[in-house]
C-alpha cells in the first residue's frame, strides 16, 4: 500500500481502513497493547470532570463502543450517550454490542466529527478514547474548534491516544510495537499487514496530545494534559 503523506488523512481512507479491519481490530488492539488499552480508557473516563444528572453527550470515532461500560458508570440512568463514527463497519459491530448490552441510552450515528450537523452548545460532555491518531494537525485544530463548539459552558471532556514515550527502554518498546508487532498481528488476523502498519504510522505521527492540549487552550478551554505509563498514552480532560 503507497499512499500519499496527505491522502492517508482523508476521512474516505480513514473509513475504509477501519471497514477493512473491523473484524478484527477489538481483539488485534487488545493484544497488542497487552491490554493496556483497556486499562488506559478506564483511567481517562475517570478523569472525566463529573458530569451532571440527565446529561446528553458524544463518544467520538466510538468503533465497536468499547468505552461504553466506563462512560455508562459516570452517567445517572436518564442520561444519554450518542456515538458517532465514520465507518460503516464499524457502526455495524457497535450496534450488534448494544443490543447485548440491551440499554436504551446509547444512539448510533454515522458521522465525520470535523463536518457534522452538530448544534453549538449542545452537549455536556464529550468523550474519545484512541480516535484522534487519524488526525493531522490540521485536522486536530478543526476537532478543538468543534468541541468548543458543541460542548455547553461547564461541559466536560475527556480523550486520549497512544503515545510515544520519553523514556528510551519505553521508546524502544513503543517502536518495536509501531514497527514489527502490530504488522506481524495484522498478517495474523488479516492474511495482510497493510491496514495495520498504518495505524504504526498514525500513531507514530501522532506522538502525543501536546499539540491537540494546546489547540484546546488557545480557544480558552480548560484543558489538562495527562500522561499514562509514563507516556505510553496522552491524553486532555477538562471542562469549556
Same mark, same amino acid.
Given at each position: 500500500?503507497?499512499?500519499?503523506?496527505?491522502?492517508?488523512?482523508?476521512?474516505?481512507?480513514?473509513?475504509?481502513?477501519?471497514?477493512?479491519?473491523?473484524?478484527?481490530?477489538?481483539?488485534?488492539?487488545?493484544?497488542?497493547?497487552?491490554?493496556?488499552?483497556?486499562?488506559?480508557?478506564?483511567?481517562?473516563?475517570?478523569?472525566?470532570?463529573?458530569?451532571?444528572?440527565?446529561?446528553?453527550?458524544?463518544?467520538?470515532?466510538?468503533?465497536?463502543?468499547?468505552?461504553?461500560?466506563?462512560?455508562?458508570?459516570?452517567?445517572?440512568?436518564?442520561?444519554?450517550? =450518542?456515538?458517532?463514527?465514520?465507518? @460503516?463497519?464499524?457502526? *455495524?459491530? /457497535?450496534? +450488534?454490542?448494544?443490543?447485548? %448490552? !440491551?440499554?436504551?441510552?446509547?444512539?448510533?450515528?454515522?458521522?465525520?466529527?470535523?463536518?457534522?450537523?452538530?448544534?453549538?452548545?449542545?452537549?455536556?460532555?464529550?468523550?474519545?478514547?484512541?480516535? =484522534?491518531?487519524?488526525?493531522?494537525? @490540521?485536522?486536530?485544530? *478543526?476537532? /478543538?474548534? +468543534?468541541?468548543?463548539?458543541? %460542548? !455547553?459552558?461547564?461541559?466536560?471532556?475527556?480523550?486520549?491516544?497512544?503515545?510515544?514515550?520519553?523514556?528510551?527502554?519505553?521508546?524502544?518498546?513503543?517502536?518495536?510495537?509501531?514497527?514489527?508487532? =502490530?504488522?506481524?498481528?495484522?498478517?495474523?488476523?488479516?492474511?495482510?499487514?497493510?491496514?495495520?502498519?498504518?495505524?504504526?504510522?498514525?500513531?507514530?505521527?501522532?506522538?502525543?496530545?501536546?499539540?491537540?492540549?494546546?489547540?484546546?487552550?488557545?480557544?480558552?478551554?480548560?484543558?489538562?494534559?495527562?500522561?499514562?505509563?509514563?507516556?505510553?498514552?496522552?491524553?486532555?480532560?477538562?471542562?469549556?
Amino acid at each position: 500500500m503507497s499512499q500519499n503523506r496527505s491522502d492517508i488523512y482523508d476521512p474516505e481512507f480513514v473509513s475504509g481502513m477501519f471497514d477493512r479491519m473491523s473484524k478484527t481490530y477489538g481483539l488485534a488492539n487488545l493484544m497488542t497493547s497487552f491490554g493496556f488499552t483497556s486499562r488506559w480508557r478506564r483511567q481517562c473516563l475517570n478523569d472525566l470532570p463529573k458530569v451532571k444528572p440527565n446529561s446528553t453527550g458524544y463518544d467520538l470515532m466510538s468503533g465497536m463502543g468499547e468505552s461504553w461500560g466506563n462512560i455508562q458508570s459516570k452517567l445517572d440512568k436518564e442520561s444519554r450517550i =450518542i456515538a458517532l463514527d465514520i465507518s @460503516d463497519e464499524m457502526n *455495524k459491530k /457497535a450496534s +450488534e454490542h448494544l443490543k447485548r %448490552l !440491551k440499554t436504551k441510552n446509547i444512539d448510533l450515528k454515522k458521522a465525520n466529527i470535523l463536518d457534522n450537523d452538530i448544534l453549538d452548545n449542545s452537549a455536556d460532555f464529550i468523550v474519545s478514547t484512541f480516535g =484522534i491518531k487519524t488526525f493531522n494537525e @490540521d485536522q486536530q485544530l *478543526k476537532l /478543538a474548534r +468543534e468541541i468548543h463548539r458543541i %460542548l !455547553k459552558p461547564n461541559g466536560s471532556f475527556a480523550l486520549i491516544e497512544i503515545s510515544k514515550p520519553k523514556l528510551y527502554p519505553l521508546k524502544w518498546l513503543y517502536m518495536f510495537y509501531l514497527k514489527i508487532l =502490530i504488522p506481524i498481528i495484522g498478517k495474523i488476523f488479516m492474511g495482510n499487514s497493510d491496514d495495520y502498519r498504518m495505524l504504526g504510522t498514525y500513531c507514530s505521527d501522532f506522538g502525543d496530545s501536546k499539540y491537540f492540549h494546546s489547540c484546546l487552550i488557545d480557544l480558552g478551554v480548560k484543558s489538562i494534559y495527562e500522561k499514562y505509563f509514563f507516556g505510553c498514552a496522552t491524553g486532555v480532560y477538562g471542562t469549556k
